[in-house]
Structures are given as structure tokens and as C-alpha cells.
């Protein structure tokens, strides 16, 4: 028996994991066991059995992805970018170590080239170990697996660019702030083919939405297209969730040739997971 | 000072409310302020002032409405129903005693008579008191109060059909069970005019599943045309929210001719909340 972290607690026989990232809202989840749980050099990593959600991916506390709705997110993340560009070759996807998105973009038979940018190593394996809902087990052999500071990687050149890069970074609180920089993001444009287009996840309209503002407005200031969607992602509190995509040339979705075998997203949902409602476009005076 | 109800506890010098209608998940509230607390005829009432969602209505222990997000419910459940029939006249809100769904529905010049039958009088009157953020005060005088069980009220004659029923009802638990059977839904048809539409909330996909697969199914044997949308609802348990319409003739909203001043609710939304994710349409039989 692994013994009991700072983020559980037993009450009787029950194990509950309460998620600490919040000052004034805190949710607690019953678990049946906990599955793993070590501190990697850079954060405590744990996988958890919970009663309502199955197994969760927990860092530092923060409830990543879960085997209940992980798929909602990481199809979000991959299937609209790779819908809307027309023919993407290379694939970059910046953190994502739960290995969903990566999953997600090898169902495209005509992408060469997925580069995966992971800080934490021990996160993979963990996850391809002990969160295979998630993961998927990936073992496509065009995902190339890199295990570096994601800003430190985008400095660097290469001798091709992108077509399509995905942000799947953590919150901005530790490690990942500096994901959420100008600085960052022009590298980002940067490494982008000259049709190429990213999308980061931008957070909750209603926890974060200084943060999400602040993305809108950076990518706004490099790209000529800039586009939000949204998704419900249950496990985030709130619900809500934010994606932005700052694009060079393409901003229309083919919902038509969506063909790939997939829980949440569709046709239906492509087109219409662009309708913002009336107070984010407020918050981003989009009106 | 109110007395500290079971609902509530003291950690140090702050407040908590910890929602208590499931299991394996609890929520918990930082509080400011207990606004209002007493036992009605029916049920245990409380207005509570939270860090993060302002004010709240709690009725049992359960989270009904708030402040910062009620306004995304009630925009929902009021605007489809009445973008969609072209002109009703009508309209007959079941439940609701937050006065929220009122408040939309009297946005409408032209409707003539909005009666709206709640079971609890002293919700609707803490409501109007301690809750303006949703009630809005509620005054306009089309607005026809009764006091009654809506099940009975829908089994009385009157000399008028409705054009618009809404179904605002709190989770199938308790007094609201009766509000969740096909003989209740019957009623409805039968106190619909021949072009008459109904909506009612139809729970969570994720935590409600069955309770929303049985409201579709109902619907679907009453009804020639029976559609479902979608809204985020951050104070619901996993955000995801269900709708489901049930109606005679008219199926398609009217997005351009929509001209409220709304928070959540705009064209765009109105066009979108129809798509339905693959999931929910495979518990649901639709593809």
C-alpha cells in the first residue's frame, strides 16, 4: 500500500482525494484505490481509481484528465486544428503527456510527422503503464517522443516546419507559465509553415478568464486569423472550457470530411463548437 | 446569526457548504454570508453568499441557482422553446420558482399570458427578496403566480391552451419525481395547443444518464418532433446539460429573428445548441 499523500485523506474506510487549485470551491472525489503515486524531478504524479470518473492523472494535486471524459478534451484539442487545415504533413504537440492528443492525431493516415514535446518523461510512462483509456497505449511509430522544456524546443532550429501545433499544457501556475507568454507563442509562429495554424487550450471563462484574455489578445497580435471553440469538459470545474487557434491562412473547419471514429466530436459538433456565447464575447469585446 | 444548518461547517473562521446530493463527488462552497435559512412547508431553504458564485439558492442541499451562472439555465430553457414557435401567445412555466425562467419569458412583448405554477410559495418569495441577481424582482403583471402542485394543475380544464410550456423542475428526488413520468408528460400534450411546443430540463448525460434517456424516450412517444440541445451549466455537477423539446409542428428555431438582450443565449448559440455530442447520441439511439 502506497502511503496516503497530502492530498488524501481516509474518512471511515472511504479515500477521498480533494483537488487543491482552488481557494473558495473544492471538489472532492471518492476513490477505490490509488494506482500510482511518486514524485517525478519535477512533480508529484499520481494515478487515482475514483468511483465517478475511473482513473485520473493527478499532478501536483490538479486533476489532469480522467478515463471518464479525457476523450472530450484531447479530441477537441487535435480533431478541429486537423480538420481545418486542409493537409497537414507535420504535427507538433507541446506537453500532452497523458499521450490523449498524440492518440488523437495518429487516426490521420496522411500525417508523417508527430513530434511530441514532454517535460516530464516519468508522465508518459505513467501514463502508457497505467492510463491506457487515456493513452491509448500510443505506439505509432511516426510519434517521436522528445522529452524537453517546450519553450526550450521552439528556440531551436530545424530543418522543417509545422503545419499544425497543439498546446496541451497544464495550468498557468508552476512550470507551465511559460506557456501562456508572448515570447512563446511567437516562437510557435515561428516554427509554423506560412499556412500553418496552433491551437492552445485557453482555460475556463470563468476561473481563468484573465487568462484566457490574455491568450486571445497574444495570438490576436501575431496571426492574421485568430479563432476560439469550446468544449464541456466535465472535470474542470465549471465545465467550460476554451480553445484558441491562431491560424495563418485557414479558418473554416471541412466538417464534411470528418470521418474518424470518435466519442464527443462530429460533424455536428464541429460546426458548432465555434458559437461563442454573449458574455465571453463581452469578456474578449468580439462584439 | 443564523444557526450553522447540517449543510454547513466551520473550518477555523470560515464557512463551507458542501452539496450533498451524490456520493462519490462533493463540492465544496467557501461561504460569506448565510443570507437566509428556514424550513418551508416543504423543504429546507437556504440563500447562501459564495466566494466564487455570488449568491446561491439551496433547497435541501442542493444548488438550484446562482448568481454568477443562473442566468445561462433560464435563458436556455426560456429562448428555444419561444425562438422556435413563431408566434407564441400562451406560455405555461412549470416549476422555476427562482423566477429566472419568468424573467426571460417576459422579455417577450408579445406574449399575452405567462402563468407560471410553482409547488413552494416561500421559494418564490425569498427568491424576489434575497436573489434579484436571477428573479430580476420579477413585476410584470402577465405574470399569473399559482401556488400548486404542477402535476394536479396539469390534470384541471381550463378555457385556454398553452403555446409554450417549460418544464423548470429540480432533479428527479424528492416532490419533483412525479414531474419526470409519462402520465405527467400527457398532460402536458393535452393542455398544448395543436402547434403547441414543451421543453424541460433533462439532467446531466454523464451523471443522469437514465433519467435523460427515459425524458427523450417519453417525449418520443407523445410527440411528432422531439429535439435536444445543450448548454454549460458550471454549478451542475460536470457542467454538461441537457434540454429536450417535445413539439407538434415546429422544429426549427428562428436564430435571425432572435433580439433579446441576454448574457449566454445569441444567434450563434441558438444555431449550435442542437449539435449533439457522439456519445450522447449513441445512448440515445440517434444515429
Given at each position: 500500500m502506497i502511503k496516503m499523500e497530502k492530498y488524501l485523506r481516509k474518512i471511515g474506510n472511504e479515500i477521498w482525494f480533494t483537488e487543491v487549485d482552488r481557494d473558495n470551491l473544492k471538489l472532492d472525489y471518492r476513490i477505490k484505490d490509488i494506482i500510482y503515486s511518486e514524485n517525478s524531478l519535477l512533480q508529484q504524479i499520481m494515478v487515482l481509481d475514483s468511483y465517478d470518473f475511473g482513473r485520473m492523472l493527478v499532478l501536483d494535486g490538479a486533476i489532469q484528465t480522467t478515463a471518464l471524459d479525457g476523450y472530450i478534451y484531447n479530441e477537441m484539442i487535435a480533431h478541429i486544428p486537423l480538420n481545418t487545415h486542409p493537409n497537414p504533413k507535420n504535427v507538433l504537440i507541446i506537453g500532452g503527456g497523458d499521450c490523449g492528443a498524440a492518440r488523437e492525431v495518429a487516426k490521420y493516415s496522411n500525417?508523417?510527422?508527430?513530434?511530441?514535446?514532454?517535460?516530464?518523461?516519468?508522465?508518459?510512462n505513467v501514463c502508457k503503464d497505467y492510463l491506457p483509456e487515456v493513452s491509448g497505449d500510443l505506439s505509432d511509430?511516426?510519434?517521436?517522443?522528445?522529452?524537453?522544456?517546450?519553450t526550450t524546443f521552439v528556440k531551436d532550429k530545424r530543418d522543417y516546419l509545422y503545419d499544425v501545433i497543439i498546446v496541451d499544457?497544464?495550468?498557468?501556475?508552476?512550470?507551465?507559465?511559460?506557456?501562456?507568454?508572448?515570447?512563446?507563442?511567437?516562437?510557435?509562429?515561428?516554427?509554423?509553415?506560412k499556412d500553418g495554424l496552433m491551437v492552445c487550450q485557453s482555460e475556463s471563462p470563468i476561473f481563468y478568464s484573465e487568462t484566457m484574455i490574455n491568450i486571445y489578445k497574444h495570438l490576436n497580435s501575431l496571426f492574421p486569423i485568430v479563432k476560439m471553440y469550446?468544449?464541456?469538459?466535465?472535470?474542470?470545474?465549471?465545465?467550460?472550457?476554451?480553445?484558441?487557434?491562431?491560424?495563418?491562412?485557414?479558418?473554416k473547419p471541412?466538417?464534411?470530411?470528418?470521418?474518424?471514429?470518435?466519442?464527443?466530436?462530429?460533424?455536428?459538433?464541429?460546426?458548432?463548437?465555434?458559437?461563442?456565447?454573449e458574455f465571453i464575447k463581452r469578456l474578449l469585446d468580439m462584439n
Open positions: 500525417i508523417d510527422r508527430i513530434d511530441m514535446v514532454e517535460i516530464d518523461e516519468q508522465v508518459v511509430p511516426r510519434v517521436n517522443f522528445i522529452f524537453e522544456d517546450g499544457s497544464s495550468d498557468p501556475v508552476g512550470p507551465a507559465v511559460k506557456l501562456y507568454e508572448l515570447e512563446f507563442y511567437k516562437d510557435l509562429y515561428a516554427n509554423l509553415n469550446m468544449a464541456t469538459v466535465p472535470t474542470y470545474p465549471g465545465g467550460f472550457w476554451t480553445f484558441t487557434m491562431g491560424s495563418k491562412k485557414y479558418w471541412n466538417p464534411d470530411k470528418f470521418d474518424k471514429d470518435t466519442l464527443y466530436i462530429n460533424k455536428e459538433i464541429i460546426k458548432s463548437c465555434f458559437a461563442i456565447p
